[in-house]
């Protein structure tokens, strides 16, 4: 069975920083493109980052870039988000996504890590 | 940065009926790009249909996907109570974004 499992949420402060890790298994993790997909509270899907399946092409929104770093160890199956410099905006549920290079959709998520940016 | 408008923003309909979501895209978008999601509260979204039409893997034959260029379209043939949930469309383009609509809630009349 396909797993996704994200972890480090919390409460940060304005500024600070703070990493999600995304395990998986049940697949062959180092021949998937690995993503990171947030929802604000209440609010709809929206892309943060992906990166290839070696970790040598990262991809970010506008609205991340230069204060976010995804990465990946295929050796432990994992993906992490890195998220320094949060902002109240960046309050979200996060969603970590694979995907089948090449083919743009997300076929499996895992549950969710919410993340609140409040002093 | 291409825009994806969903309509309608809820769609109120009865158990049986057939539902028709559609997902319009500021510029053509490639169908093989093209891809549809449902959210029920509380869960992960789930991938329904990719390359426009094509159902993913355990998806009941219940839900269709047509259209090309910037018109799109999903369909719900026969409306399950386990259907009532918020949709959403999704593309990736070529300069190496994913965008995804607003969003359709169905919801049960």
């Known amino acids: 069975e396909v797993q996704l499992l994200e972890s480090g949420g919390g409460l940060v402060q304005p500024g600070g920083s703070l990493r999600l890790s995304c395990a998986a298994s049940?697949?062959?993790?180092?021949?998937?493109?690995m993503a990171w997909v947030r929802q604000a509270p209440g609010k709809g899907l929206r892309w943060v980052s992906t990166?290839?399946?070696?970790?040598?092409?990262?991809y970010y929104a506008d609205s991340v870039k230069g204060r976010f770093t995804i990465s990946r160890d295929n050796s432990k199956k994992t993906s992490y988000l890195q998220m320094n410099s949060v902002r109240a905006e960046d309050t979200a549920v996060y969603f970590c996504?694979?995907?089948?290079?090449?083919?743009?959709?997300?076929?499996?998520w895992g549950q969710g890590a919410l993340v609140t940016v409040s002093s | 940065e291409i825009v994806l408008t969903q309509s309608p923003g809820t769609l109120s309909l009865s158990p049986g009926e057939r539902a028709t979501l559609s997902c319009r895209t500021s510029?053509?978008?490639?169908?093989?790009?093209l891809a549809w999601y449902q959210q029920k509260p509380g869960q992960a979204p789930r991938l329904l249909i990719y390359?426009?039409?094509s159902r993913a893997t355990g998806i009941s034959d219940r839900f269709s996907g047509s259209g090309s260029g910037t018109d799109f379209t999903l369909t719900i043939s026969r409306l399950e109570p386990e259907d009532f949930a918020v949709y959403y469309c999704?593309?990736?383009?070529?300069?190496?974004?994913?965008?995804f609509g607003q969003g359709t809630k169905v919801e049960i009349k």
């Open positions: 999704q593309q990736y383009d070529y300069s190496i974004r994913w965008t």
């Open positions: 510029q053509s978008v490639s169908s093989n790009y």
């Open positions: 049940g697949f062959t993790f180092s021949s998937y493109v």
């Open positions: 390359g426009a039409s």
């Open positions: 996504a694979s995907s089948v290079p090449g083919s743009g959709s997300f076929d499996n």
């Open positions: 990166i290839s399946v070696d970790g040598g092409a990262t």
